[in-house]
Nanobody, 118 residues
Framework: QVQVVESGGGLAQPGGSLRLSCAAS????????MHWYRQAPGNERELVATIDSHRNTNYADSVKGRFTISKEYAKNTVYLQMNSLKPEDTAVYFCLIKRDLLPTYNYWGQGTQVTVSS
């Protein structure tokens, strides 16, 4: 059984930093993509950052230069280092573990709350 668990959320002041972690267990077939999404109240879930099996990364324009996605392949763990946080970064952050090759899969974590406020 696959489990995806995020951690590291919490309260940060504007300009502060947080580091999110997402660990996947029970994975049999290798992951091709790991994503971080976020969803603020009243908003749709949006893609924040992506890293693939070749360590290529992509970011939403709103977080470029402030957030960094990375992974520990052997541990099936992905991180999101968030610096220079802004109040508009406040949201529930979700991890998506994905495989685009057969057999395909998508596994979501339960989310972790990030609140940026003074």
């Amino acid at each position: 059984q696959v489990q995806v668990v995020e951690s590291g959320g919490g309260l940060a002041q504007p300009g502060g930093s947080l580091r999110l972690s997402c660990a996947a267990s029970g994975i049999i077939y290798s992951i091709t993509h790991m994503h971080w999404y976020r969803q603020a109240p009243g908003n749709e879930r949006e893609l924040v950052a992506t890293i693939d099996s070749h360590r290529n990364t992509n970011y939403a324009d709103s977080v470029k230069g402030r957030f960094t996605i990375s992974k520990e392949y052997a541990k099936n763990t992905v991180y999101l280092q968030m610096n220079s946080l802004k109040p508009e970064d406040t949201a529930v952050y979700f991890c998506l573990i994905k495989r685009d090759l057969l057999p395909t899969y998508n596994y979501w974590g339960q989310g972790t709350q990030v609140t940026v406020s003074s």
